[in-house]
């Protein structure tokens, strides 16, 4: 499995300006098209900070509402993950996952999207959230199978999940990790990764707001 590393920058005297302002660093993922949902990661960072990945997924379900602002409380999860891709996981009224069944007829799912369905009696839930949640390491220290996504899926339905490497990265005074975000605050910098990529080196540029490649 590949690692992904990221590793950001910030001058000692932005940096305190940073903290003054009560502001950390945020991180998400896109899943599906369109841009990112939840906020994965969020970091008081130190002048360099390092995260660390693999591209190992877990499905979560939750009943909390997708509004902006939520914070996402999963309430079941896939085990034993992580989460398999090409395939699904049925949510049972008993809202426990089954195991994995291989994509088919019913449902068909490509390689590299993650799909479950929905078979909580609607009497119980007339919908409930769905989601991709992930494992990174900031620093080496551990965030346990974060949320990357969120989306509704009513009851007797589907939903499929395609990740994406890429990273939007922006300074975040209001919402914290686990949060649902209709709207990216502030200037989101993109770190794409993939194709051979998988280390890169960004560096804070207070005078546009963005992070840039490290000179």
């Given at each position: 499995?590949?690692?992904?590393?990221?590793?950001?920058?910030?001058?000692?005297?932005?940096?305190?300006?940073?903290?003054?302002?009560?502001?950390?660093?945020?991180?998400?993922?896109?899943?599906?098209?369109?841009?990112?949902?939840?906020?994965?990661?969020?970091?008081?960072?130190?002048?360099?900070?390092?995260?660390?990945?693999e591209e190992d997924y877990w499905i979560y379900?939750?009943?909390?509402?997708?509004?902006?602002?939520?914070?996402?409380t999963k309430l079941t999860e896939v085990y034993?993950?992580?989460?398999?891709?090409?395939?699904?996981?049925?949510?049972?009224?008993?809202?426990?996952?089954?195991?994995?069944?291989?994509?088919?007829?019913?449902?068909?799912?490509?390689?590299?999207?993650?799909?479950?369905?929905?078979?909580?009696?609607?009497?119980?839930?007339?919908?409930?959230?769905?989601g991709l949640a992930q494992t990174a390491l900031?620093?080496?220290?551990?965030?346990?199978?974060?949320?990357?996504?969120?989306?509704?899926?009513?009851?007797?339905?589907?939903?499929?999940?395609?990740?994406?490497?890429?990273?939007?990265?922006?300074?975040?005074?209001?919402?914290?990790?686990?949060?649902?975000?209709?709207?990216?605050?502030?200037?989101?910098?993109?770190?794409?990764?993939?194709?051979?990529?998988?280390?890169?080196?960004?560096?804070?540029?207070?005078?546009?707001?963005?992070?840039?490649?490290?000179?």
């Amino acid at each position: 499995m590949t690692t992904y590393s990221l590793t950001l920058n910030f001058d000692p005297v932005v940096l305190t300006n940073i903290k003054r302002a009560d502001q950390r660093v945020a991180i998400a993922k896109p899943v599906n098209s369109g841009g990112p949902s939840v906020i994965w990661l969020d970091i008081d960072p130190f002048p360099s900070t390092t995260i660390e990945w693999e591209e190992d997924y877990w499905i979560y379900a939750s009943n909390d509402e997708v509004v902006n602002g939520a914070t996402i409380t999963k309430l079941t999860e896939v085990y034993p993950g992580p989460a398999l891709d090409a395939g699904y996981y049925v949510l049972q009224e008993t809202c426990v996952f089954g195991g994995f069944t291989k994509s088919n007829g019913i449902l068909p799912v490509p390689p590299g999207t993650y799909a479950a369905i929905n078979q909580v009696p609607y009497d119980d839930y007339n919908s409930l959230t769905f989601g991709l949640a992930q494992t990174a390491l900031i620093n080496k220290k551990p965030e346990e199978r974060k949320p990357i996504s969120a989306q509704s899926v009513l009851a007797t339905q589907h939903i499929k999940m395609t990740p994406f490497v890429t990273l939007y990265i922006w300074l975040e005074s209001e919402f914290r990790s686990q949060t649902i975000i209709t709207d990216v605050a502030g200037n989101a910098s993109s770190a794409v990764f993939g194709g051979g990529v998988t280390e890169l080196d960004l560096t804070y540029d207070p005078i546009h707001g963005i992070f840039s490649p490290s000179s």
